[in-house]
Structures are given as C-alpha cells and as structure tokens.
C-alpha cells in the first residue's frame, strides 16, 4: 500500500532503496538465524523464515513512515468513518489484480503437471528456465509499474495526449530493453542454466527452453505495457479475463490434446506454449490499442 502511494507520487526509489537493503540484510541474518550465534540459539530453517519477517515487516514500517513523514496521508483522516463508494472503486481495481496474480500462479502449475509426462528432468528444467525468464523480464515489469502510475494520472487530469505519449515511449524501451535480454539469452543460455544446476540432462533441456522462450520475451512485455495501461484506465477485468484464458484454460484443453492424446515431443510442448503466447497477445494489444484510439477520439470531440 505505501508503495504504491509512493509511485503515484512519482517515487520508484526509496521501495528500491528498501529491496536492496533487505537483500543485503537477508545475506546477514539468514546464516545468523539458521546457525545461531550471539546469544540467539540456531533455529534451522525456520531462522530463515523469521528473518524475512522481520526484514519484511521492518521495511513495511520505513515505506508507511515515509508515507506518513511526507504528508501523503494523516492519521485523523484514517481514523474517520470510511467512504464507501471509494473502497469499492479500489476493490473494483484491486480484486481483478489480485486474482490475475493468483492465475499466474495456476498456470505455472498447470504447465508442471503436464510436464510431469515427461519426467523429472523437464519439470526440473522448466523450473530453472522460469527463473532466469523473470530475471530478464525484470526492467518490462518495471516499465508496466511505472505506465499504472503515470497514465493513471494522466487519464484521471483528461490528458489523453501524455496517456498516449506514455504508453509509446513504454513499447518503444520495452521493445529495445527485451531485444538486448532475448539476445542474452539466446548467446548464454547454458552458462545461465548451469548457475542452477550441474546436471546434464537439466542443462541440455533448460538450454531449449531458454533459446526457444528468447523469441517470445517481446510478447510478455507487450501484454504487461498493454494491461498495465488497462488497469491505469480503470479497465482491470480485462487482465484477469486475459491471464485465466492464457495460464489456464487454453493449456489445459491444448497441452491435454497434445501430451496426453497425441504424444508430442517436449520441444513441440514448448513451441506450443510460445503460440499460446503470441495469440494471447496479439488479442491483448489489438483491444488495448482500441481502447487508447477510442478515447483519443473521444477526448478530440
């Protein structure tokens, strides 16, 4: 919540600030609390658990302190009878976030189950491959953070032009941010997978994955630009509709169609997933973008 009152003040840094010294914070207090020392006794990996509460919790007091020190909100004003009609607009927002999220969640776990068909070494790879994929989608997610914030206040002032401008200047980074990782992962993909592992087969099938996903990172930074302006514009039903369609009931009735009736390969498995991809948002951008001329009309009347 402080974040996000802190981005719509224009502020990306200081959660920055907070990840980065709760990173470094974790790198001291998780052997302190696993192995115990000075007077704390060891605490296995339940330390590790306790100390990501307690940087967690302290990070969330700093963000709401910040918050409070700035005078974005006041106490008093906390403390008064709620106004319905907004905590609805904000459910009306949030719900819809909230499930898509859950969605993505679902999908990873659909694609592991038929995974599973092919053995431990897919899954294992997969797994690998995923991690290093939300590595290099890192600065789109930045991007889709940053395009909520902006186009919301834009579209809320009547100024579809900056709306526009943002959204432009968002495909074009996006677009150029993700052909410099794609190209990365395409020429590292083995040095990358073996950072996670060592076993042959994990890395030969890891390597695949990777090389064939590289063409792809351009679809998922187009659908989080796209979507992103969606929730900005107060259209957040869309997301969630998009991501149940695209991490769950396409590849269920697709995935059990192709493993389970047909047989296919596991290199056939993942082109599958990168068509399932590209459909998906290709759809996404062809309704965001009548969304975006639809109000510009609108704003030129």
Known sequence: MSNAILLAHGDSRTFGTVLIAGFFANLVLDPWF???GLGLPPLGLAGIAWATVLIQGLGGVYLFGTVLRRGYIQIPKLLKWPQLRIYGEILHQGIPTAFNMMSIALGFFVSTYYLNSYGEVAVAAFGVGTRIEQMALLPALGLSSAIISIVGQN????RMD???ECVS????????????ASLI???FATPLVRLFTTDPAV???GTSYIRIMAFIQWAYVMSFIHIGYLQAVKKPIYGFIESIIRKIILPVGIFHLLVTMVGIALTTFFLAMVAINIVMTAVTILYAQWVLRSSMKTEAI
């Open 34 to 36: 696993l192995y115990g």
């Open 155 to 158: 579209n809320g002032a009547g």
């Open 162 to 164: 900056r709306v526009h």
């Open 169 to 180: 200047l968002c495909i074009k980074f996006g677009l150029l941010l993700v052909t410099g």
């Open 185 to 187: 992962l395409l020429i």
């Open 203 to 205: 890395v030969d099938v």
